[in-house]
């Protein structure tokens, strides 16, 4: 993942165009990205749902979209939601750091603080037999990553891989 930041937003990266591939032919009556950035993704998903949410932590972010969306809210993770949705995606904050210095792609500890703490806000606002898409490194604990969201009540699997020059960018499926 590299750091791309202009205004805060994060440019669709590899990461996203991966993201993408996985989720294009997912189809429902309505879906949620958590961390929408520049939009990319949310207008993706408006092509195949009928209705569309996208949230993120950053509201100048959110101000400034490149690829703008209606339905846009500023929180943390899914907290201001009280809907369910067939899909909700997220390519998290996932790179394993020290320190939180930049929102937009540092997760924490072995890349799993702020990824945690984000499924953990996604999971009521998936219906049940809805699924969640997110995106993590083999640079960070993907395995206990997968191992927590199980025991938060998921059912997580590695959905898909995509080998970079210096990692692997996961996909993992979670169906609640
Ligand atoms: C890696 S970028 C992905 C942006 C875009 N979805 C894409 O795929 O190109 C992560 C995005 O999540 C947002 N974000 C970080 N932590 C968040 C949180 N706790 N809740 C909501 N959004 C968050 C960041 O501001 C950033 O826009």
Redesign the pocket.
Known sequence: ?QNKLHK??????E??FF?EDCIKNEKGKSAL??????G??TKVLERSFDFVVG????LD?LKNQTYASQNLLC???ADAINLQFDLVIC???YLATDEILD???DGGKEGLE?PL??IKSAIPSIREGGKFFFITSSLSNFTKLVEETNKMGLKARIFATKKLFFEELIVVEAVK
């Open positions: 993942m805060g937003q994060y440019d669709p990266a990461d996203t993201l990205e958590i961390g929408t950035g520049s990319y993704l949230t993120d932590i950053n972010v929180c943390f993770g390519n998290l904050p929102i937009a792609t702020i703490q984000i």
